[in-house]
């Protein structure tokens, strides 16, 4: 059913945007979740986080849809199984591969081709792999004169998943696991105008690459999981003159222990670690807090410098959590729990009490609730000395909230949630950036409601909507709360698919979204020692880009002949092609200024063929 969300051309994890609580990032970044910026939130793989869930412009996820048999999303209030983290998480589980008979799938469309392959290994052992690899760069040099830009924007990705498993005893299985992915973009801008810092190259790249054991185990009432994944991460990127590098070796291990105690009470031990042994390079402009900083937009020919930071980051950073799933009654569970984590780069603890519960009033009625703790650490580089301040300590989300889910026979599904989050210890930047240059001086609160309804029929048909309302905002080194740049009040996702027999299917997606806060520039002062007009600016995010809304179809016919199905489908992106601002481009010195807009009008074909 996931698959036939249109926009997303069949990947599963693509789906996360129409879910409730997931603001929509406005870079075509990693979801927002519940007013949470996307580095505060993480999507976990098998229980280990991945660097992102998207690739560059949120195309596509890191994963094939066919690897993934769950999704699951915890937007707050999730268990103290995982840490680290302010926001939300976003959990994914591969599938392991079935041991009947060989599949086979090739998918070609106009963005990215794709193939998986899964087969078995014996009786109790199987094999998948899969990969993929974006198109656009081959249609963008075929098809685009090269006199009609004065900018060269070719971005690529691909990634690629290889899981294998063998059953070792009947309750025991081993996983073995690799994955991978990168990201590139390459610009060349002869004459940057305004901003002479960034004539030149312009390029980004981000690459992951990673090898995971995992054993699983049950003998009556006690269950286990061990798991260690090693990974090498690069991150670059390049503007004219300045460069930023990161890259290193990361170690993930986790260890889990359930036991049943009683047939109404479990009890769940585990303990996390994350070590990473970074090697970076720096050389640009002064970096302020990650959100609300009034210079990201002023010329970065006039923003001043920081050279040369050039250090070995290493850290380790373990956890371990505790917690008991108790039913005092048949309807009611209670889950108590207590995560301990410590932050090597910064030598600061964190202790994180949490409590949700379940309550089933009737069969088809659930009322539930949650409170509790949740830390986060600065950025590593937060804590260099040249540019950060090593005293800092991890800043704290307290989140609460409290719904009810309600059926209506066996195909209509009601949710009503409202949550409310204080942030505590936010990290901001100091006066004019000046040393310390951070402090814990933040604060933040998001507060809101959510509605989804899901409902399906006859025929295959089915639909899902959801509405968010919500508020974000944060409070920095002085003044009173503003609204957090991704805040976005209104929230409206539709999405409807129905088979018409004889192999066809149709859908509908509609997103109606509240633009982001933007800064106004009120008017420019020119600067006579760099020969740049520099901007200044109203309040911070006093001022919003105009609602967002799209509508995406997608068509599909499949043609089974025995073992093998052939498909073919139209997915269609931005239906009547809107024009919504996602930005503003300014002239030189300030006085005009242009609508930046997003994705136009975007048919993608494909064919897909089945074994």
């Not at 980004?204 to 992951?208: D, I, M, V, Y």
């Not at 109606?512 to 009120?522: D, E």
């Not at 599909?556 to 199905?565: P, S, Y």
């Given at each position: 059913?996931?698959r036939?969300?249109?926009?997303?051309?069949?990947?599963?994890?693509?789906?996360?945007?129409?879910l409730?609580?997931v603001a929509?990032p406005?870079?075509?970044?990693?979801p927002?979740?519940?007013?949470?910026a996307?580095y505060?939130?993480k999507t976990?793989?098998?229980g280990?986080?991945v660097?992102f869930?998207y690739?560059?412009?949120?195309?596509a996820?890191?994963?094939?849809p066919y690897?993934?048999?769950?999704?699951?999303l915890?937007?707050?209030n999730?268990?103290?199984r995982?840490g680290r983290?302010a926001g939300?998480i976003?959990e994914v589980?591969?599938r392991?591969?079935?041991?009947?008979?060989l599949?086979?799938?090739v998918?070609?469309?106009?963005i990215?081709?794709?193939?998986y392959?899964?087969?078995?290994l014996g009786?109790?052992?199987g094999?998948?792999?899969a990969a993929?690899?974006?198109?656009i760069?081959f249609?963008?040099?075929?098809?685009v004169?090269?006199d009609?830009y004065?900018v060269v924007?070719?971005p690529?990705?691909?990634?690629?998943?290889a899981l294998?498993?063998?059953d070792l005893g009947?309750n025991?299985r081993?996983?073995?696991m690799?994955?991978?992915?990168s990201?590139s973009?390459e610009l060349?801008?002869?004459d940057?105008g305004?901003?002479?810092?960034?004539s030149?190259?312009?390029a980004?790249?981000?690459?992951?690459h990673?090898?995971?054991v995992?054993?699983e185990s049950?003998?009556?009432?006690?269950?286990g999981?061990l798991?260690?994944?090693?990974?090498?991460?690069?991150i670059?990127?390049n503007?004219g003159q300045?460069?930023q590098?990161?890259?290193?070796?990361e170690?993930?291990?986790?260890?889990?222990?359930g036991v049943?105690?009683?047939d109404?009470?479990?009890?769940g031990l585990?303990?996390d670690?994350?070590?990473y042994?970074?090697?970076g390079?720096?050389h640009?402009?002064?970096p302020?807090?990650l959100e609300?900083?009034?210079?990201?937009n002023?010329?970065?020919?006039?923003?001043?410098?920081v050279s040369?930071v050039d250090?070995g980051?290493?850290?380790?950073n373990?956890g371990?959590?505790?917690?008991?799933?108790?039913?005092?009654?048949?309807?009611?569970?209670?889950t108590p729990?207590?995560r301990v984590?410590?932050?090597?780069?910064f030598?600061a603890?964190?202790?994180?009490p949490?409590?949700?519960a379940?309550?089933?009033v009737?069969?088809?009625?659930?009322?539930?609730g949650?409170v509790?703790s949740y830390?986060?650490?600065p950025?590593?580089?937060?804590?260099?000395?040249?540019v950060?301040?090593?005293?800092?300590?991890?800043?704290?989300?307290i989140q609460?909230?409290l719904g009810v889910e309600q059926?209506a026979?066996?195909?209509?599904e009601?949710g009503?949630?409202?949550?409310y989050?204080?942030l505590?210890d936010?990290?901001?930047?100091t006066p004019n950036?000046?040393?310390p240059?951070?402090?814990?001086d933040?604060k933040?609160r998001v507060f809101?409601?959510?509605l989804?309804l899901?409902a399906s029929?006859q025929?295959?048909?089915?639909?899902f909507?959801?509405?968010t309302?919500?508020?974000?905002?944060r409070?920095?080194?002085?003044g009173g709360?503003?609204?957090?740049e991704?805040?976005?009040?209104?929230?409206?996702?539709?999405?409807a698919?129905?088979g018409?027999g004889?192999?066809?299917?149709?859908?509908?997606?509609f997103r109606?979204?509240?633009?982001?806060?933007?800064?106004?520039?009120?008017?420019a002062v020119?600067?006579?020692r760099?020969?740049?007009?520099?901007?200044?600016?109203?309040a911070i995010n006093?001022?919003r880009?105009?609602?967002?809304?799209?509508?995406?179809a997608?068509v599909?016919?499949?043609?089974?002949?025995?073992?093998?199905?052939l498909?073919?489908?139209l997915?269609v992106?931005?239906?009547y092609?809107?024009?919504?601002q996602?930005?503003?481009?300014?002239?030189?010195?300030y006085s005009e200024?242009?609508s930046?807009?997003g994705?136009p009008?975007?048919p993608?074909?494909?064919l897909?063929?089945?074994l």
């Open positions: 059913t996931i036939r969300v249109a926009g997303t051309r069949g990947d599963v994890l693509k789906s996360v945007e129409i409730p609580g929509r406005a870079d075509g970044g990693d927002v979740l519940r007013g949470a996307s505060e939130s976990y793989l098998n280990t986080p660097p869930l690739h560059i412009g949120g195309l996820s890191f994963m094939s690897l993934v048999e769950r999704l699951e915890r937007p707050s999730f268990s103290v995982y983290v939300g976003i589980k591969a392991d591969p079935e041991s009947d008979r599949k086979a799938v998918d070609l469309n106009l990215d081709s794709s193939a392959v899964e087969f078995p009786d109790e052992a094999f998948a792999a993929r690899r974006s198109n760069d249609f963008f040099e075929a098809f004169p090269e009609s004065s924007a070719a690529i990705y691909y990634d690629y998943q294998g498993f063998v009947p025991t081993l996983r073995l690799g994955y991978g992915s990201d973009v060349f801008i002869d940057a305004d901003d002479p810092a960034l030149g190259d312009i980004g790249k981000l690459k992951s990673r090898a995971a995992e054993l049950r003998s009556g009432a006690v269950s999981n798991s260690v994944t090693f990974g090498h991460t690069e670059g990127l503007f300045f460069e590098i990161l890259r290193g070796p170690l993930y291990g986790r260890a889990e222990l049943e105690l009683a109404n009470l479990r009890l585990g303990a670690a994350w070590i042994f970074y090697d390079w720096y640009g402009p002064y302020g807090q609300g900083d009034l210079n990201e002023a010329p970065l020919g006039s923003q001043r410098l040369d250090k980051m290493d850290a380790a373990p371990a959590y505790v917690d008991l799933a108790y039913r005092p009654i048949d309807a009611l569970l209670v729990g207590v984590d410590y932050y090597g780069a030598g603890f964190s202790v994180d949490r409590l949700s379940r309550l089933e009737s069969p088809s009625t659930t009322l539930k949650g509790g830390s986060q650490a950025e590593f580089w937060q804590a260099l000395d040249s950060g301040n090593p005293d800092l300590n991890p800043y704290r989300a609460t909230s059926r026979g066996d195909s209509l009601l009503v949630e409202g949550f989050k204080y505590d936010v990290v901001v930047t950036r000046e040393a240059h951070y402090t814990n933040g933040g809101g409601a959510e989804s899901e029929w025929n295959d048909g089915r639909a909507g959801a509405y309302l919500s508020r974000s905002e409070k920095d080194y002085s709360y503003r609204l957090f991704a805040d976005q009040t209104h929230i409206l996702s539709l999405a698919s129905q018409l004889a192999g066809w299917d149709v859908g509908l997606r109606l979204v509240s633009g982001n806060p933007t800064t106004p520039i009120a008017g020119y600067d006579a760099t020969g740049l007009y520099v901007p200044t600016f109203g006093s001022d880009n105009p609602t967002f809304h799209q509508l995406d997608r599909e016919k499949r043609w089974v002949m025995g073992a093998f199905t498909a073919t489908y997915d992106q931005n239906v092609n809107a024009e919504t996602e930005g503003v481009r300014y002239s030189y010195d200024s242009e930046v807009t994705l009008f975007f993608s074909l494909g897909r063929g089945e």
